[in-house]
């Protein structure tokens, strides 16, 4: 694809990620008001958004693949425009992926400082800080290994990462379900 075509498909990512944020945020509030009169645990409701956005996040990630194994099962191309179209739909899928995880993250790590003893929501900049520079790492990561290996490094890397979030959740919510 050409720069000028990567650069629009970007720019749309980040105009639906954009104009579903706020919706993501409050799909996030919502589940959560639903989980505490169901359970008396909070913060399950937004782990199972959470959840959710990973999964559809994933599913964007890997589903760039399929035209490339199309080819190679088929033995026939996909139209351009058709391709172009593929690739948009992804982007656009892990955009909304996005638009539900940022806030939904930001929202738990907020309640949860809030039930910490001796901190406060003031402390939520030292928590982005930690986010920012581990992004920064993995960003790295992940670009020595696409030049290296390709973007079945990227495919790899998606399930392991979803994996590993899936794992992380469980075990949030079993030491909150733990805190006395």
């Not at 955009?95 to 809030?114: K, V």
């Not at 290296?148 to 469980?170: K, N, P, Q």
Request: glycine share 10%; with cysteine; charged share 10%.
């Amino acid at each position: 694809f050409t720069d000028s075509v990567v650069g629009m498909t970007l720019a749309t990512q980040y105009g639906v990620v954009a104009m579903f944020a706020g919706w993501g945020g409050r799909l996030g509030d919502l589940y959560e008001q639903r989980s505490n009169k169901s359970n008396s645990c909070w913060g399950v409701g937004r782990i199972k958004v959470l959840a959710f956005s990973v999964f559809l996040g994933s599913c964007a990630i890997l589903g760039h693949a399929l035209p490339s194994l199309y080819t190679r099962y088929y033995h026939n191309n996909m139209q351009p425009v058709t391709e172009l179209a593929w690739h948009v739909m992804m982007r656009c899928l892990y955009a909304l992926s996005l638009a539900i995880m940022a806030p939904c993250m930001d929202g738990l790590a907020l309640a949860h400082l809030d039930c910490i003893d001796n901190a406060s929501q003031s402390d939520f900049g030292s928590e982005r800080m930690f986010g920012a520079a581990f992004w920064g790492v993995g960003s790295l990561c992940a670009g020595i290994g696409i030049d290296r290996y390709g973007f079945v490094f990227l495919y790899v890397m998606t399930i392991v990462t979803a994996v590993a979030s899936y794992v992380s959740m469980w075990l949030y919510l079993y030491g909150i379900k733990c805190d006395t």
